[in-house]
């Protein structure tokens, strides 16, 4: 059976998301003639070209910063025999044995369950009492709220990720212990807490670019959270100040760090000293 006679697997909403981390095995590499070296990385670098051709999908590709990893590659795309072929192929792009995978995370882009309904958005439009319900005005202010969330909504199922050159991701769950039971919370109790942790996501708009996809039943966390940079210190900063957040301090609990730059593949070849 070939690929093209597999039916896809496409998720009912929001894009399949595969964070790949490896390290290079310099000593397997360096068995490797001039020829073969070549010929390796003008593979891999075809295939990115290749993973980037393809439809409604996104590759970025990091040099990973500290030993933990040396590269790493952020794979969206809609099927996940797509995803999935397309991380065998990276797995082997640079000859066999040459990258070892040491982390990968899989999750789905999603939307927030907190998001305010159209019920509520209008009577937080009442309540600031600029526009008066009923009224032309109040119906247009309306409209450019629903448009706004919309665009919300497609950017968090349907991302178009920046060339920001920082990248940080780790995963993370909330507490179901003992005394700090996020899931026993009512969802009223829980989206009044999120809201304020929004709050402090907010101050870092065009500093910070978070996307947080969904792993519940797909990865060992519930979540994998991504963030993008210009500079190390606004994510230093923001992770910081959500420590402090109430939701932070009595739920969350997170993975490992990893931080990445952004990089075209001849510069990180270069780096790897490939």
Same mark, same amino acid.
């Given at each position: 059976m070939? $690929? @093209?006679?597999?039916?896809?697997?496409v998720?009912?909403?929001g894009l %399949?998301?595969? %964070?790949?981390?490896y390290k290079?095995?310099?000593g397997?590499?360096?068995?490797?003639?001039?020829?073969?070296?070549?010929?390796?990385k003008?593979?891999?670098s075809a295939?990115v070209?290749?993973?980037?051709?393809?439809?409604?999908t996104? #590759?970025?590709v990091?040099?990973?910063?500290?030993?933990?990893?040396?590269i790493a590659?952020?794979? #969206?795309t809609?099927d996940? %025999?797509?995803?999935?072929r397309?991380?065998?192929?990276l797995?082997?792009?640079l !000859?066999?044995?040459?990258l070892? =995978?040491?982390?990968s995370?899989f999750? #789905?882009?999603e939307?927030?369950e907190y998001?305010?309904? $159209?019920?509520e958005?209008?009577?937080n439009?009442?309540?600031?009492?600029?526009?008066? =319900?009923?009224?032309?005005?109040f119906?247009?202010?309306m409209d450019?709220?629903?448009?706004?969330?919309?665009?919300?909504k @497609?950017? @968090?199922?349907y991302p178009n990720?920046?060339?920001?050159?920082?990248f940080?991701f780790? =995963?993370?769950?909330?507490?179901?212990g003992e @005394?700090n039971n996020?899931?026993?919370?009512?969802?009223?109790?829980?989206k009044k807490?999120?809201?304020?942790?929004a709050r402090? !996501?907010?101050k870092?708009?065009?500093?910070i670019l978070?996307?947080?996809? !969904?792993s519940?039943?797909?990865?060992d966390?519930?979540?994998g959270?991504t963030l993008?940079a210009?500079?190390?210190? %606004?994510v230093?900063e923001?992770?910081?100040?959500m420590?402090?957040d109430p939701?932070?301090v009595?739920y969350?609990?997170?993975?490992?760090?990893?931080? !990445?730059l952004q990089?075209p593949? $001849?510069?990180?070849?270069q780096?790897l000293?490939?």
């Amino acid at each position: 059976m070939t $690929d @093209k006679t597999i039916a896809p697997v496409v998720p009912k909403e929001g894009l %399949h998301v595969l %964070h790949l981390f490896y390290k290079v095995e310099m000593g397997q590499w360096q068995m490797m003639g001039a020829d073969e070296q070549r010929r390796a990385k003008t593979q891999l670098s075809a295939l990115v070209q290749e993973i980037r051709a393809t439809p409604s999908t996104q #590759l970025l590709v990091f040099s990973i910063v500290s030993p933990k990893a040396d590269i790493a590659f952020m794979l #969206l795309t809609p099927d996940l %025999h797509t995803a999935n072929r397309f991380e065998k192929k990276l797995s082997q792009s640079l !000859g066999a044995d040459v990258l070892t =995978p040491v982390f990968s995370y899989f999750s #789905l882009t999603e939307q927030s369950e907190y998001t305010s309904s $159209d019920e509520e958005l209008a009577a937080n439009l009442a309540a600031e009492g600029e526009f008066k =319900p009923g009224t032309p005005e109040f119906d247009a202010k309306m409209d450019e709220i629903r448009a706004r969330m919309a665009k919300y909504k @497609k950017d @968090k199922l349907y991302p178009n990720l920046p060339d920001w050159p920082v990248f940080c991701f780790y =995963p993370m769950s909330k507490r179901r212990g003992e @005394k700090n039971n996020w899931y026993a919370l009512t969802f009223e109790e829980r989206k009044k807490l999120m809201g304020g942790h929004a709050r402090v !996501g907010r101050k870092y708009h065009g500093k910070i670019l978070q996307l947080i996809t !969904g792993s519940t039943g797909l990865d060992d966390a519930e979540w994998g959270v991504t963030l993008f940079a210009h500079d190390t210190f %606004h994510v230093k900063e923001i992770v910081y100040e959500m420590r402090f957040d109430p939701v932070t301090v009595g739920y969350a609990e997170f993975g490992e760090f990893y931080i !990445g730059l952004q990089v075209p593949l $001849d510069d990180l070849f270069q780096r790897l000293q490939l």
